[in-house]
């Protein structure tokens, strides 16, 4: 039997379906069955089982129209009360999971401190269901499946969670150097050793001349390019801006919710406060807008820098302040705990309601596919995070540099400024994937300019506030262009694919992707050199390590590593 494509909504009291058949079907043969939190319908050679979150009520209205020349039957289902609203209708995913693949996600994705009694429940779960799987599902989930028992100790590996080898072996040395660019096999070469490689190939590959020539922007190609406002980023300025309100109507005055890192010492809390404020604008009578217009008159939008003096002067809004975690605190949920740095807090301003974002056809279908590697060894929150910035930092940065509409350098741009995708080396916090961005930025591209890294933060900062969907179209545009390149949809299996399915089923990934954008911000704006202690372990780590200490550095071009001394002195001694 075959998963039809299909699409969930909601509309009023009811759970709206939609169903991609072939020509030839015969829709009058159809049959349907609504019970409880199931809906199931077959018509040959189709077979779809739907499970919600929430309870369907047969007999209250339930029909089905069929559109003859999209070939697309509608079903309204009705909702058991009217008024509730059904949750992970955008993640297709979970719900044609069975209740053993159900189980078997929330022990991978779960707290390590689950309780042993749920663990065994769901080892003993016998699967009991048609499995539903796409044509070609299994095939891109087998090599995940091969490599989901082994440990990434016992050899050289590599994706996600590092928890894939042997993928390179049978292809030729020079189909792994079109993949990569690696000059050693994959398969011969440890974590510690790619990274070493990619490190000496940027120090070798720097040229400070064209690095200076770039600079000058004396054509506007840079000005030219940071006037391109991306799409997200009007999305975003139309929910501060309130524009939901209809004809005639006044703009409602909802209060801005502001994202907050404390000073040190704060706790755990909500990071998120709330101020009866306009939307455009504080109560200092400052405007709040998005980032915008060229290289002169760049700024940083949403942006409220705090000084302890004028946080007082504030009253109670800011002493009110809900606490976030600390910097990084989304990796001390994982065990790596970074401790926040004294002087002036930072306020992004978000939107209260969020907007809303509908995949496509075509994003449908691959989320329909995707799904994540049973794993001996999880990835910690901090190397999930620090991966999905070093791929939205190249995603970013090809959409400025195309301004939107893509092209045939999309595949360079994309997988030459990812260390993941050019040598499969990602980064382990998001410090280290803001500065490994920042030098192939600076090394490699056209457009080599400080201003644009600015901008791609900025950008990238402001998708993570919007959540989860904007994240993940970011992340199925980079999987498109990859599964259409010979070879290459190899990164898309060891790496797009399970951290796509990662974020559709984990928890709270919204607020985990606001805490990601409040670090990210933080690193970006930083003036000088914080020292911090780290601990954890991760898939990459031993169990047990000390807490270490780590000097954070400003994100500026001195300290990013690259010879820019060497060169002045060799200048000096000629």
């Known amino acids: 039997m075959i998963t039809p494509m299909f699409e969930c909504s909601q509309e009023g009291g009811f759970v709206v379906i939609h169903l991609v058949l072939s020509a030839i079907c015969k829709v009058m043969n159809a049959v349907f069955d609504i019970h409880e939190t199931q809906f199931t319908f077959y018509c040959s050679p189709y077979y779809l089982r739907l499970r919600f979150d929430q309870c369907l009520q047969e007999g209250k209205g339930e029909r089905a129209t069929y559109d003859l020349e999209a070939n697309v039957l509608t079903v309204y289902l009705p909702k058991a009360n009217p008024t509730e609203v059904f949750t992970k209708l955008d993640n297709p995913a979970y719900l044609i999971a069975t209740e053993k ?42 090599a995940a499946d091969r490599s989901e028992s082994l440990a990434p100790a016992e050899q050289c590996s590599y994706g996600f969670a590092n928890a894939f080898s042997g993928l390179f072996q049978k292809l030729d040395a020079d189909v792994v150097r079109e993949v990569v660019s690696l000059g050693d096999n994959p398969e011969c070469t440890t974590c510690e050793g790619r990274r070493q490689l990619r490190l000496a190939a940027e120090m070798s590959d720097f040229d400070v001349d064209a690095l200076l020539f770039a600079f000058e922007d004396a054509e506007g190609e840079v000005a030219q390019v940071l006037r391109y406002v991306p799409a997200h980023i009007r999305d975003f300025e139309s929910a501060l801006r309130g524009s939901t309100a209809g004809p005639g109507e006044e703009q409602a005055l909802l209060p801005v919710v502001f994202a907050s890192i404390p000073e040190s010492g704060a706790g755990r809390a909500d990071p998120l406060e709330e101020e009866e404020a306009t ?19 760049f700024k ?49 301003a978000i939107p209260r309601v969020r907007p809303s974002l509908q995949f496509s056809r075509e ?53 030459q400024l990812s260390p993941a995708l050019s040598y499969l080396d990602p980064a382990d916090t998001l410090y280290d994937a803001c500065v490994a961005f920042a030098r192939r930025a600076l090394v490699y591209p056209l457009y080599r300019h400080f201003a644009l890294l600015q901008r791609v933060w900025a950008v990238v900062g402001t998708r993570l506030l919007l959540g989860r969907n904007y994240t993940i179209r970011a992340l199925l545009r980079i999987r498109i262009i990859l599964s259409h390149a010979e070879h290459k949809h190899l990164l898309s299996t060891i790496y797009l694919d399970p951290l796509i399915a990662y974020w559709m089923h984990v928890s709270e990934a919204d607020e985990r992707l606001m805490r990601m954008a409040l670090e990210i911000h933080q690193h970006v704006s930083r003036t000088e050199p914080m020292t911090v202690s780290t601990s954890g372990a991760s898939a990459r780590q031993p169990m047990l390590v000390d807490a270490k200490k780590v000097t954070l550095y400003p994100l500026t071009l001195v300290h990013l590593g690259l010879p820019f001394l060497e060169e002045e002195e060799d200048r000096c001694e000629e």
């Open 101 to 142: 693949q159900r189980a078997s996600l929330i022990q991978v994705l779960s707290v390590a401190n689950s309780s042993d009694a749920a663990t065994d429940a769901g080892e003993e779960l016998e699967e009991i269901e048609y499995v539903q799987s796409l044509p070609d599902a299994a095939a891109m989930g087998g």
């Open 279 to 297: 939307l455009l604008g504080g109560d200092d009578a400052r405007p709040v807008t998005v980032w915008s217009g060229n290289v002169a008159d």
């Open 300 to 348: 940083k939008p949403l942006i409220e820098e705090l000084h302890p003096a004028v946080d007082g002067e504030r009253g109670p809004i800011a002493s009110e302040t809900t606490a976030a975690a600390p910097a990084a605190s989304v990796s001390s949920q994982a065990g790596a705990s970074i401790a926040a740095p004294p002087g002036p807090r930072t306020r992004l």
């Open 363 to 415: 994003e449908t279908e691959v989320l329909m596919r995707v799904k994540l590697p049973r794993l001996l060894f999880p990835p910690s929150p901090a190397e999930v995070e620090a991966l999905t910035a070093d791929l939205l930092f190249s995603e970013a940065y090809d959409d400025l540099a195309t301004e939107g509409s893509g092209c045939s350098e999309s595949l360079w741009n994309l997988t």
